[in-house]
């Protein structure tokens, strides 16, 4: 039940715009995405409810198309705070509110 | 408000003993996941609890793992007779779940690092 996510790992110079991409094998309600920085414990970004709608955060933003069961976030023109590794996590029943994750993206921002 | 926390930061523990470990939801939140994250890797899921429901355990690893929550808050994960395979970041999260058909973003604790010698 675990997503599959890829690239599994990104390098980009700052002002970069990156996508990354996040599967299921399984009909899904809903996609989060969280970031994890460094030794840190990973933060919520956003969540995308099935119906395909795109969020937007500042300049990170995500698309879900639920007949495809895949999602992808969008990052442009990138900042060094961008950097660390990016987890989707994947809903798959109404209500269960449980989510597996992916094996992350690991995101480097370099000036 | 407080966040989730989580204790001990750090634990270091000899193959074949038990240990407990301890997550404090963020106050209100109804459900509580437990997680574990090996060196480099992504998050595994361990074991939901919501509100009354019985727990969802299907992704605890093996029967020597367990996990109660107390009073609908405080939560303790216990490891038996731990392996080396054990070591991880064992992390906490809650969310804040007023039903209808929608998904709640989790809320992180700082995980516990648990090391087997």
């Known amino acids: 039940q675990q997503p599959v996510q890829s690239p599994q790992a990104v390098i980009l110079r700052e002002g970069e715009d990156a996508v990354i991409n996040c599967s299921s094998s399984?009909?899904?309600?809903?996609v989060h995405w969280y970031r994890q920085k460094h030794g840190e414990a990973p933060v919520f970004l956003m969540i995308l409810l099935k119906g395909g709608e795109q969020k937007g955060h500042d300049k990170i933003s995500a698309s879900f198309n639920e007949k495809k069961q895949q999602s992808s976030l969008y990052l442009t023109a990138s900042q060094l705070s961008y950097s660390g590794t990016y987890f989707c996590g994947t809903e798959i029943e109404t209500g269960a509110n449980n989510l597996f994750f992916g094996t992350g993206t690991r995101l480097t921002v370099i000036p | 408000g407080a966040g989730v926390s989580q204790s001990p930061s750090n634990k270091v523990t000899e193959k074949g003993k038990d240990v407990e470990l301890r997550c404090d939801p963020i106050?209100?939140?109804?459900?509580l996941y437990w997680y574990r994250q090996s060196l480099g890797q992504g998050l595994e899921f361990l074991i939901y609890f919501q509100g009354n429901s019985a727990p969802d355990k299907s992704g605890l690893p093996s029967d020597r793992f367990s996990a109660e929550r107390t009073g609908g808050s405080v939560s303790t994960l216990t490891i038996q007779r731990t392996q080396q395979e054990d070591s991880a970041v064992y992390l906490c999260?809650?969310?804040?779940?007023?039903?209808?058909?929608?998904?709640?973003?989790?809320?992180f604790g700082p995980g516990t690092r648990l090391t087997v010698t």
């Open positions: 999260a809650s969310s804040l779940i007023s039903g209808g058909a929608k998904s709640y973003e989790q809320y």
């Open positions: 399984k009909a899904l309600y809903s």
């Open positions: 106050s209100g939140h109804t459900a």
